[in-house]
């Protein structure tokens, strides 16, 4: 899969993605801050992942294509190390409901907040 339309809504903070398989998806910045695919996010392996908390008003500061196969997002809280193949930013949007709903679970269940 390839976009065909890479859209950033600087104001609603909303990554918006249309690719050439017909699928569009309106991710928010939020939501791609808590799933990076960075290793500061997700670990180096399966349950090193470290829940994100306290990113409910954080910005994109910066989109770049980094070669033909994904984006570098530079986020306004500084992180900026992952990368978004065009593969997981379709899987982000085709399963943003089910990942966001378990992000708010792994977070009540920490105590934890989307503000702090």
């Known amino acids: 899969m390839t976009p065909t339309e890479i859209t950033l809504h600087q104001q609603s903070r909303i990554l918006e993605i249309a690719f050439d398989d017909g ?3 309106k991710l928010p910045a939020e939501f791609l801050r808590v799933h990076s695919p960075s290793a500061e996010v997700r ?5 090193q992942e470290t829940l994100q ?4 008003n954080v910005g994109i500061k910066a989109v770049e294509p980094v070669g033909v196969y994904a984006l570098k997002i530079e986020f306004d809280d500084g992180h900026d190390t992952g990368l978004f193949s065009w593969n997981y930013l379709h899987e982000l949007g085709q399963y943003q ?19 702090k």
């Open 23 to 25: 699928a569009r998806y």
């Open 43 to 47: 670990g180096h392996g399966k349950g």
């Open 53 to 56: 908390t306290g990113k409910h």
């Open 97 to 115: 409901d089910a990942m966001w709903h378990d992000y708010l679970t792994k977070l009540e269940a920490a105590g934890a907040s989307r503000d």
